[in-house]
């Protein structure tokens, strides 16, 4: 898969790879046939593979959340494409309280092999409902796992692994980073739930997924004109949270500082300050420090720039965590 | 390799199935009073008298909600908006339910009626501010008994039933429209609007603008029915009107209304219309429709079906028609000038409104913000 692939391209291969490997695997959502979504993430899917497997089905997403999961018990492997962050709500019961939960109450008769995609995150300029981050939402339901990639790579193979694993997964994709593009290696590199150092540092760790990884590297980047070698981790797993990797980090940095686009309060930076604190206590030379979205609904487009987290908020959060 | 399930065979529909196709097609039942050529024709239920000054004025309404729809189009195109729902070809159902309302009654709006909100004399410069991305909403909804736009579909068919059942309550002769698509209509919130309107007989009209199209999906991928028969089996009565006569939409909706509020109960109307246009400003519509299906639609026009009417009946002269022709400059004029010089909100809007008193975390992250920002004054970027 040489050259370069757009985030878009790669999740699309990644469909047709899962399309191809297994018979039982099915797409649904709104749009995803003829027009290949909104986002073309499943472009050409229905033409190559039929109506049965890659399946328009009506505007309702609890009944697509509900009839996958039935799928699933029929032995099915459903991929189910949200059109938008802000339209899985209809869905979240069946999630949470019906797909989380199956495997746990057949004790373990039963497996929830269902991959929910959806587009995530703001800084499209979208009308509301576009531009949500509700990840904690889904990481804070046990029996789910969530994920997010942050590059082209990880889209694809990372998706594969989400569609092959027995358990639900959240699939975030970065909607603002569809168009970005990156080189797709030959396999994997790494197990789904593993974090990743995608720069080393040493003076403070930047810890972000999705959308805020390009973010933290541009901010890492303009720190090291100022002398600052900054450590940025790609989180990549959402839950479970690979904290071994982030203790090694913290343990040699001293400084931690979180990068979200959901709002700071009880978003996942919380529990990572929390359990790193606990971790690495006597390591840390400062508090860590969350930078995020604010307590308020997400802004009309024309200032969305001033509630999403960019190099020069990451930044002054990196002077703070130092002057400690 | 590309495998096929073999679940194909299955394929065909159970006897006694209406064929999906019936579904999106004009039945015969289709309520209409006047005709694409222009001729008007009765219908024993739905008797409607208009005087020619209501007819000038519908064909006002018409044309001048068009030419808003079309200057906010080509602005999104000049990057004055960051998106926009067009209503061209819809302008009849909207113009015809919106003005069977009275003053008292409520509207509850998806994200495409523009018409509805002009009938509702909302300014139509508010209607921009959500698309330009200044806004989450823009006016105050019990001014003009016009709800906010919704974009989560179907949410609001739930609104408008709990407040009809208000009304119920308060014991008023008021009535709720809410509107929305033939895509929603799948959702389970409008499936539960029907369920509460029916067993709290509430004064609701359902107005479903079936307009063929939900993004890309057609009616058959919503239903194997016509969706006005959907009401029956939640107990009340449903009706397919010409969603492109305005004049059958003006009598189907106001004897629902009337129907609503005098204590008999909700009402489904389905609008038989077409999304003329493509579902936003973001979408391409050559990827999944043929134009022919579009041209087919160009011959039932609401607009040219009134203006002919006028004209055979010698209702409209050329003075009215150029009178109408220079509102409608004049109102494209004061849209485009409004909209170039609607000012960039303040970020600090952010933290505006988030709960009716203050709030600690709110306040704190908004003394935070500012600080920061001000820790730039004076800096070059
Ligand atoms: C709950 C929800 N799911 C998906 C969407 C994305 N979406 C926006 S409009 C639309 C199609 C709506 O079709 P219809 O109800 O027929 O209304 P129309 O746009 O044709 O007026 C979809 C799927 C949404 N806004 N809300
Ligand atoms: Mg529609």
Redesign the pocket.
Known sequence: MAGQLSIAKALNGALRKSLENDPKTVLMG??IGKLGG?FRITDGLQKDFGDDRVMDTP?A?SGIMGTAIGLALRGYRPVVEI??D??V??AFDQIVSQLAKMHARALGHVKMPVTVRIPFGGGIGAVE?HSESHEAYFAHTAGLRVVSPSNAHDAHWMLRQAIESDDPVIFLEPKRRYWDKGEVGEDPMLPLHSARIVRPGTDATLIAYGPMVKVCQEAAQAAEEDGRHLEVVDLRSLSPIDFPTLEESLKRTGRGIVVHEAPVFLGLGAELAARLTERCFYHLEAPILRVGGYHAPYPPSRVEETYLPDLDRVLDAVDRALAY | MTVKSTTRARKKAAPGVPDKASAGSAAPELVQLLTPEGERVEHPDYPLTVTPEELRALYRDLVLVRRFDAEATSLQRQGELGLW?SLLG?EAAQVGSGRAMRPGDYAFP???EHGVAWCRDVDPLNLLGMFRGVNNGGWDPNEKNFHLYT?????QTLHATGYAMGITKDGTDDAVIAY??????S?GDVNEAFTFASVYNSPVVFFC???Q???S?P?TV?TRIPLYRRASGFGFPGVRVDGNDVLACLAVTRWALDRARTGQGPVLVEAFTY?MGA??TSDDPTRYRQSEETEAWKAKDPILRLKAHLEKEGLGDEAFFAEVEAESEKLGLRVREGVRSMPDPDPTLIFDHVYTEQHPLVDEERAEYEAYAASFEGEQH
């Open positions: 709104e749009d909104v505007l997403e059109q938008f802000g339209f709500y209809p409902h | 729902a819809q998806t994200y495409r974009i989560v579909i179907g949410a929305f698509g033939d895509g929603a209509s959702q603008q079936n307009n199209w939900a993004i999906e009616t919503q999304r579902h936003t």
